[in-house]
């Protein structure tokens, strides 16, 4: 011990210099280090992000003059009274039904798929389960909304199927219904449908299925073993448990549908959804204001509906 020489240099030798002694007071102070590493991205959300949110609220209180065509920068509650008029409050029911009606498919279609995974699948057919699921998700999407016309067209496989199976009448009876047929699938409301249901129906699968993991097998089991039948433990056990989950699903499901103009664009027909609506209004009719307001719409709907999401704890199962 007493050979040990403690005079030693430290391994790392305190620095000179303003800027360097600022570099370890950061180090030194965990808090400002996170600060500071999370500043760019704020300063980005803030400054792009939220501040276009706020000039994109700024210009629905503007107006557009009906001679001229130039915006009139006063203040005014003119445009969001023009969204009142029938022909703009019927795109905005429409695309707020079609948001509803893919949420609601998506999550009956995905509760079994996600049970099946939370419960019966182990190993290497979870794994697969992933696959399966996320596989569509890395393919472009519009490349999987092209395929999905061709498949729906009158002359696609889907035709030639009903056709094999003798379920000609069938189609034929879907599409000659007043609102959701047409002259093919890749014309009318229920192709957009389809069409929505498949892009985002991995939206609401993967909720559910983490949702479904967190509900103990054991809970089940107590149900049944204090009499209740399967239809019992699913209402009163299962159901509430995973309820998180599918609104949690329902989030994507919903906000990506209100906001998508792609597919009715390729898929559907001359009828227009919000998206839609605000693209012309910007482009072609040059409305800013009533593009503003239209865009205002599903923010506010999903606002609403993102509050009562996270009272029902949804956030919890993200």
């Known amino acids: 011990m007493s050979g040990f020489n403690t005079t030693q240099p430290a391994?790392?030798?305190?620095?000179?210099?303003?800027?360097?002694?600022?570099?370890d007071w950061v180090i030194r102070h965990p808090r400002m280090f996170?600060?500071?590493m999370v500043l760019p991205i704020t300063l980005w959300l803030g400054i792009v992000y939220i501040g276009a949110l706020i000039a994109l609220l700024i210009q629905s209180f503007f107006s557009i003059d009906e001679f001229s065509g130039i915006v009139v920068r006063e203040f005014t509650f003119k445009t969001y009274g023009e969204l009142l008029r029938p022909y703009n409050l019927d795109i905005i029911l429409r695309t707020v039904a079609m948001a509803a009606s893919v949420t609601i498919a998506a999550a009956i279609l995905a509760f079994p798929i996600a049970y099946f995974a939370a419960r019966y699948a182990k190993g290497k057919w979870k794994a697969l389960f992933y696959i399966g699921v996320m596989l569509p998700l890395w393919s472009s999407y519009l490349v999987k909304?092209?395929?999905?016309?061709?498949?729906?067209?009158?002359?696609?496989?889907?035709?030639?199927?009903?056709?094999?199976?003798?379920l000609t009448w069938l189609l034929d009876g879907l599409l000659g219904l007043p609102v959701i047929g047409g002259n093919s699938l890749s014309v009318s409301y229920t192709g957009t449908f389809l069409v929505f249901l498949y892009i985002w129906l991995p939206?609401?699968?993967?909720?559910?299925?983490?949702?479904?993991?967190?509900?103990?097998?054991a809970l089940l089991?107590?149900?049944?073993?204090?009499?209740?039948?399967?239809r019992q433990s699913f209402r009163m056990v299962l159901f509430p448990l995973a309820l998180p989950g599918i609104i949690a699903g329902s989030i994507f499901t919903f906000s990506l549908t209100l906001g998508d103009y792609?597919?009715?664009q390729i898929v559907g027909n001359s009828r227009l959804f919000i998206g839609q609506a605000v693209y012309t209004q910007q482009g072609t009719a040059g409305n800013i204001?009533?593009?503003?307001?239209?865009?205002?719409?599903?923010i506010v709907i999903m606002g609403i509906y993102l509050w009562g999401a996270r009272k029902?704890?949804?956030?919890?199962?993200?």
């Not at 391994?11 to 570099?23: M, N, Q, Y």
């Open 34 to 36: 996170v600060f500071l």
């Open 289 to 298: 204001p009533l593009a503003a307001a239209f865009t205002v719409v599903p």
């Open 11 to 23: 391994i790392f030798t305190p620095r000179s210099g303003p800027l360097s002694r600022t570099v």
């Open 312 to 318: 029902m704890g949804a956030f919890d199962a993200l």
């Open 262 to 264: 792609i597919v009715p």
């Open 145 to 166: 909304v092209y395929a999905w016309k061709l498949v729906l067209a009158k002359e696609g496989i889907l035709t030639w199927l009903f056709a094999k199976l003798h």
């Open 203 to 217: 939206y609401m699968i993967i909720p559910v299925q983490a949702s479904l993991e967190r509900v103990p097998g």
């Open 221 to 230: 089991e107590a149900a049944s073993d204090l009499g209740a039948t399967p």
